[in-house]
T-cell receptor, first 112, second 109 residues
Framework: NAGVTQTPKFRVLKTGQSMTLLCAQD?????MYWYRQDPGMGLRLIHY???????AKGEVPDGYNVSRLKKQNFLLGLESAAPSQTSVYFC???????????FGNGTRLTVT | SQQGEEDPQALSIQEGENATMNCSYK?????LQWYRQNSGRGLVHLIL?????REKHSGRLRVTLDTSKKSSSLLITASRAADTASYFC?????????FGKGTMLLVSP
């Protein structure tokens, strides 16, 4: 099992450009999450999904959109990147109940 | 806003010593979980303690939970250099987990 796979691993964008981060999980998990991690801020939840076709806003959703068209994939989009979106982005998934989160290894995004 | 806050922010110890990290949170929880993050990697789940539990053990890890004080502690006994990492507590609500800012642990040989 690959677990949770994030692509790309690194990306540099110019202000105003758009991009999509892909998260794929092969564990048949219902729940998927996008977090961002910034120095001194810990992890903050951007958006999440409780099942195929559903999405919901987290703590810091502004400037991001998500889609969960297939159960195994959760896409995070930046329509017009801003320097404030420079961060490390983590995708995570879990099964239902009290199951723990399984994380990918992150995407390091720099917006200049 | 962050639900959990870890203390201390950084901890430096020698191999063989015990490491204790604390987590405080603000609202009621279903459970509290601890995760570990090695540099440049994703977080890895360590242990979960339910809101009706007071203490839990897993190998060299011991977690306590005091819901009246809204706090938890993670004790790592007989630390090893390989325990060097950041440790995060996460509080579980209905569908989401909210993470604290983490404690950076450095274990020197």
């Amino acid at each position: 099992n690959a677990g949770v796979t994030q692509t790309p691993k690194f990306r540099v964008l110019k202000t105003g450009q758009s991009m999509t981060l892909l998260c794929a999980q092969d564990m048949n998990h219902e729940y998927m999450y996008w977090y961002r991690q910034d120095p001194g801020m810990g992890l903050r939840l951007i958006h999440y999904s409780v099942g195929e076709g559903t999405t919901a806003k987290g703590e810091v959703p502004d400037g991001y959109n998500v889609s969960r068209l297939k159960k195994q994939n959760f896409l995070l989009g930046l329509e017009s990147a801003a320097p404030s979106q420079t961060s490390v982005y983590f995708c995570a998934s879990r099964a239902g109940g009290e199951s723990p989160l399984h994380f990918g290894n992150g995407t390091r995004l720099t917006v200049t | 806003s962050q639900q959990g806050e870890e203390d201390p922010q950084a901890l430096s110890i020698q191999e063989g010593e015990n490491a204790t990290m604390n987590c405080s949170y603000k609202t009621s929880i279903n459970n509290l979980q601890w995760y570990r993050q090695n540099s440049g990697r994703g977080l890895v789940h360590l242990i979960l303690i339910r809101s009706n539990e007071r203490e839990k053990h897993s190998g060299r890890l011991r977690v306590t939970l005091d819901t009246s004080k809204k706090s938890s502690s993670l004790l790592i006994t007989a630390s090893r250099a390989a325990d060097t990492a950041s440790y995060f507590c996460a509080t579980a609500g209905y569908s989401t987990l909210t993470f604290g800012k983490g404690t950076m642990l450095l274990v020197s040989p």
